[in-house]
């Protein structure tokens, strides 16, 4: 299995502030027939379901504010909100597609300062 | 838009099987555009993909949980069911059914149904 590792488990961010979540794959989710990272990033808040924020590990999903962002490649990748609001507390998890059996990281809760 | 919603009881006895149904509406399981898969979460813990079917039939699981697990699809209702044998409290949960696109990205999710292991 292709082990997803997150770092830090929680932040805590002041409003405005940039949060930067990273994650760690156990080997390459970078297909190289067609150049894609197969690793997706979702936000998941208290007691909803999880929800799609990034793919192709930098894609912005329809609707998603432009303070998120994705960026890395091969097995290192972050999340990155760049201006902190209340409605970003939540838990973050990034999810790789690469590989059977799925995987996710543990996830990185994000709070308020 | 397709909305996914998970049905089934929410307490299950040790040993027992676990059934759940995942009721498909604005799109179609019959497509051959999507996966439909369920994925799971205990409670406070993160995600575990249980397995994942298409609409041919073809499955694929877990190999965690692939002893136990059957996942199957009824294109004219529009459903994809789940069964999970033998459970015990481990397997208490909240069960998410979702769409999966070809390229295994998960992009749509149900609300999910908390399922407890208890005699």
Same mark, same amino acid.
């Given at each position: 299995?292709?082990?997803?590792? *997150? /770092? #830090?488990?929680? !932040?805590?961010?002041?409003?405005?502030? +940039?949060?930067?979540?990273?994650?760690?794959?156990?080997?390459?989710?970078?297909?190289?027939?067609?150049?894609?990272?197969?690793?997706?990033?979702?936000?998941?808040?208290?007691? *909803? /379901? #999880?929800?799609? !924020?990034?793919?192709?590990?930098?894609? +912005?999903?329809?609707?998603?504010?432009?303070?998120?962002?994705?960026?890395?490649?091969?097995?290192?990748?972050?999340?990155?909100?760049?201006?902190?609001?209340?409605?970003?507390?939540?838990?973050?998890?990034?999810?790789?597609?690469?590989?059977?059996?799925?995987?996710?990281?543990?996830?990185?809760?994000?709070?308020?300062? | 838009?397709?909305?996914?919603?998970?049905?089934?009881?929410?307490?299950?006895?040790?040993?027992?099987?676990?059934?759940?149904?995942?009721?498909?509406?604005?799109?179609?399981?019959?497509?051959?555009?999507?996966?439909?898969?369920?994925?799971?979460?205990?409670?406070?813990?993160?995600?575990?993909?249980?397995?994942?079917?298409?609409?041919?039939?073809?499955?694929?699981?877990?190999?965690?949980?692939?002893?136990?697990?059957?996942?199957?699809?009824?294109?004219?209702?529009?459903?994809?069911?789940?069964?999970?044998?033998?459970?015990?409290?481990?397997?208490?949960?909240?069960?998410?059914?979702?769409?999966?696109?070809?390229?295994?990205?998960?992009?749509?999710?149900?609300?999910?149904?908390?399922?407890?292991?208890?005699?």
């Amino acid at each position: 299995d292709v082990v997803m590792t *997150q /770092s #830090p488990d929680s !932040l805590t961010v002041s409003l405005g502030e +940039r949060a930067t979540i990273r994650c760690k794959s156990s080997q390459s989710v970078l297909y190289n027939s067609n150049n894609k990272n197969y690793l997706a990033w979702y936000q998941q808040k208290s007691g *909803q /379901s #999880p929800k799609l !924020l990034i793919y192709w590990a930098s894609t +912005r999903e329809s609707g998603v504010p432009d303070r998120f962002s994705g960026s890395g490649s091969g097995t290192d990748f972050t999340l990155t909100i760049s201006s902190l609001q209340a409605e970003d507390v939540a838990t973050y998890y990034c999810h790789q597609y690469f590989n059977s059996p799925l995987t996710f990281g543990g996830g990185t809760k994000v709070e308020i300062k | 838009q397709v909305q996914l919603r998970e049905s089934g009881p929410g307490l299950v006895k040790p040993s027992q099987t676990l059934s759940l149904t995942c009721t498909v509406s604005g799109g179609s399981t019959s497509g051959g555009s999507y996966y439909w898969s369920w994925i799971r979460q205990p409670a406070g813990k993160g995600l575990e993909w249980i397995g994942h079917i298409y609409s041919s039939g073809t499955t694929k699981y877990n190999p965690s949980l692939k002893s136990r697990v059957t996942i199957s699809v009824d294109t004219s209702q529009n459903q994809v069911s789940l069964n999970l044998n033998s459970v015990t409290a481990a397997d208490t949960a909240v069960y998410y059914c979702a769409r999966e696109s070809r390229d295994a990205l998960i992009d749509n999710w149900g609300r999910g149904t908390l399922v407890t292991v208890s005699s």
